[in-house]
């Protein structure tokens, strides 16, 4: 049995041919490779829109993703609960000043956390989810 024909409308029936220097065509798989794509699709998209939309899949682990959240929860009352000790006219220590800091160092490694769980993703991605 015969493949069915795609409708018209879907069909790429014209072909373009153009030469690179090895230098273009590397720089333009490389491109073409960081937007998850084929350097066909590539230039596809570029000539025609003049950009290029990519689709990730994020992946995270719920378990991790609740645990950090609980983390950064109790780190966040901890910071809530120093600022209403001084707007209510608590004295500066020594003490306080290093909750402060503890509080500021668990907050920038839960973003570090955070930022290893999302991934180095740069740029405007369209992402979907599983």
């Known amino acids: ?19 690179f220097s ?13 937007q998850n794509t084929t350097v066909t699709d590539y230039l596809r998209d570029r000539s025609v829109h003049g950009k290029v939309e990519t689709t990730l899949q994020i992946i995270a682990d719920p378990e991790e ?13 901890n910071l809530q609960q120093i600022s209403k000790y001084y707007n209510t006219g608590g004295t500066y ?17 839960m ?7 999302a991934g180095e993703g740069i740029g405007n991605f369209k992402t979907s989810v599983q």
């Open 93 to 109: 220590s020594q003490a306080m000043q290093d909750a402060i800091r503890g509080a500021t160092d668990d907050v920038l490694t």
């Open 22 to 34: 090895e230098t273009d065509y590397t720089k333009i798989a490389e491109s073409a490779k960081k």
């Open 1 to 19: 049995m015969a493949r069915p024909k795609k409708d018209e409308s879907l069909r790429k029936g014209k072909q373009i041919s153009i030469r």
């Open 111 to 117: 973003l570090a956390v955070l930022k290893k769980m």
């Open 65 to 77: 993703v609740k645990k950090a959240a609980r983390e950064l929860s109790g780190i966040l009352i």
